[in-house]
């Protein structure tokens, strides 16, 4: 990597734009937790939003306006093909888009990630694995049956020499520090081998595009195209990325590995020397969830390409195209002498339409609306102001009044004794004055499971009886 | 349909519970494009029964594509057989406007493009997409607001004849979004594209702005005019 191939991938590499963006910490977080932490595959439009939203009330409550637009606009932005941080797309099963994240962000969500300080860094079971590779690579390319032989008999010995130190001097176990070394790796990788799905499935995308290319160019028979396919691995099942995947997906998915690895995360979770992260927990699953989303994907694209290959418009794609390319250019040429109309395609209609005469609604008669401008004279009504000149009204100042003269101040009195002292003269509005009258002076008090009467004489002078939860009223 | 009274007798009635999915289907078919995704039931009869659907439709010179691969099933005029003497045109035939004929030919476009792209799932375009992509052919015009209706009016149309499929129902008020239907690609062939590109290339030669043009259009519509009375359903 020399200077211009670094400069040029800072200033096009989404992952590194992304890094470089000014809203970088919500994209991060919010992208990052929904997508590679929670593991969620793509999502339609409409939940994607809410869950921003959610995000952005937390946001804002802390700094308001912190990011004032509508959630649905950042989405778009960030599936811009100039970020491509996520991927906006409309499934055949949906009329909604959805959106799944790209690999990219995956990328700068990963390197965030391990900015973070590790507690220790391990390194020997790094190179126990290292050897254990090399080993793979060596014996399992060796086609000699008798190095074969040797090699497995060596192993054989070295087994053999371990249980007979067992019998004699006990079990020699891993120490914490080896634990924990070890569990470093598993978790790091564990969580690489996760995000690394996204990637792998831009790969088989990738390779669909190039066979789609190759296929729309080609000049020669069908069988001859089929073979290049597969012999350039330009076709997905044939290609190192399919094979791999291929194998890791027919490993993962046998019955007993499954049940293997779930009993041993569970006993290495279990372990004391381990500060288990709880996210690895289910780890296996997560695999599988999104193996088997990238092994959807991979249905979904051979499934199109089989159909791409069968219709038979990608023989005339190419002329479709140099047609399209021919009649545009006269277009612009005639574009502000529009030709009128008369110049067009003429196509059949879909369809074999039967409109029967008898079929159509009759002539429905509706009466003509009249329309008088003419206005009546409106005659003003006498109307009865009777109820709105009846309304009394309490001056709460006076009650306040009453109470300041029988409590003393920080001491409580029953409202029943200040009516006594006071008696109602406005009849139930008064009461209700009474127990509205709250500031600071004066605080009213209902105990909803005791009750009193009052007694009282309304403004018609007849004797009247309410009754109501006990009341209290203090002074502050 | 409707029951009639009286000399019924030789016009059955009811239709049994058997026939009932092949006459659903022929029906489908007469409407329009049948596709396997929003019509699966008459799609699945379709795929058994296609003998006896084809059998209804060749006895009046129509026959039934059925396209397994993209998902669509529809009607066409037989090909005319040498010799023979040909039935009368069924399927109308129309000739577009020039701006529908643009739009249509772009969409066209855009489609090759999406499926030799391996894009995953349908293709779907924005108002503003579509704005931006016919906007370069229309005539200049310092009344944005036209420009843009008339970009809006010719998207009704395509809509109307099932190229592209509303969408915005799901969509946010502000962004209407169109799918653009596979269909597209059994009406606007490379044979029907050639004739327009010929006629437009004639329009250009002879000179445009004059009424010259009218000539070249005259050969063009006459040659295809339909022998069925046109029934506008507005």
Known sequence: ?476 | MTDSSGDAAAIPRHISAEDRPVSLTIIRLMKGVLYRESNEDEWRTLEREFAAVQDHFSRIGVQVIFDDTNGYAFLKSLPEEEGSDPLPRLVQRRALSYHLSLLLLLLRKRLAEFEAGGEEGRLVLEREQIIEMLRVFLKESSNEVRVIQQVDQTIAQATKLGFLQDLSSKQRADARAWEVKRILKAYVDAEVMGEFAEQLAEYARVGAGDSAADGASDSAAGADATPTPEVDSE
């Open chain 1, 1 to 476: 990597m020399n200077f211009d191939d670094i400069s040029q991938l800072r200033e096009h590499h989404p992952a590194w734009r992304l890094l470089r963006a000014t809203s970088a910490p919500l994209i991060i977080a919010f992208l990052g937790d929904y997508f590679v932490e929670k593991n969620h595959g793509a999502t339609s439009a409409s939940t994607l939003v809410s869950e921003l939203d959610d995000t952005l009330y937390a946001l804002n409550a802390q700094t308001p306006d912190m990011f004032p637009r509508d959630p649905a606009a950042y989405l778009d932005e960030w599936a811009d093909p100039q970020r491509s941080w996520l991927r906006k797309f409309y499934p055949i099963d949906s009329d909604e888009a959805h959106y799944d994240a790209t690999p990219a962000l995956e990328k700068a969500v990963r390197f965030v990630d391990e900015l973070q300080q590790r507690s220790f860094v391990g390194t020997e079971s790094r190179l126990h694995t290292l050897i254990e590779l090399l080993r793979q690579i060596v014996h399992g390319s060796e086609s000699d049956p008798e190095v074969r032989i040797a090699e497995l008999e060596k192993r054989r010995d070295q087994i053999d020499a371990e249980i007979a130190e067992i019998r004699e001097s006990g079990i020699s176990l891993l120490d914490d520090s080896g634990v924990r070394d070890r569990y470093q790796l598993f978790s790091s990788t564990a969580r690489e081998l996760l995000s690394d799905f996204r990637e792998v499935e831009e790969n088989f995308r990738r390779l669909d595009r190039r066979a789609r290319e190759k296929i729309t160019s080609w000049e020669g028979g069908k069988g001859e195209l089929l073979a290049d396919l597969v012999e350039s691995r330009s076709d997905i099942s044939s290609s190192d990325q399919g094979r791999s995947f291929d194998a890791f997906y027919d490993f993962l998915l046998s019955g007993d590995r499954q049940r293997e690895l779930a009993e041993l995360v569970t006993a290495v979770q279990g372990m004391e020397a381990i500060e288990a992260d709880r996210r690895l927990r289910f780890v296996h699953h997560d695999w599988a969830d999104a193996a088997e989303r990238t092994q959807q994907t991979v249905r979904n694209l051979s499934e199109q390409l089989r159909r791409f290959l069968e219709d038979q418009t990608w023989v005339e794609h190419r002329r479709v195209l140099d047609l399209v390319r021919s009649t545009e250019q006269i277009a612009l040429r005639v574009r502000n002498d529009p030709p009128a109309d008369g110049v067009g395609l003429v196509l059949d209609t879909p369809g074999l339409p039967i409109a029967l005469a008898f079929e159509r609604p009759f002539y429905d008669a509706r009466p003509e609306p009249q329309v008088d401008s003419e206005l009546e004279e409106v005659t003003i009504a006498e109307s009865d102001y009777e109820a709105l000149l009846a309304q009394r009204f309490v001056d709460s100042a006076r009650l306040l009044e009453n109470i300041r003269a029988i409590v003393p101040p920080r001491q409580t009195a029953e409202l029943v004794d200040i009516l006594q002292l006071y008696p109602v003269e406005q009849g139930v509005a008064e009461i209700l004055g009474y127990l509205a009258l709250s500031d600071d002076e004066v605080s009213i008090e209902l105990h909803r499971d005791e009750e009193t009467t009052i007694d009282y004489v309304d403004t018609a002078g007849i004797a009247r009886r309410a009754k109501l939860p006990r009341v209290t009223v203090t002074r502050a």
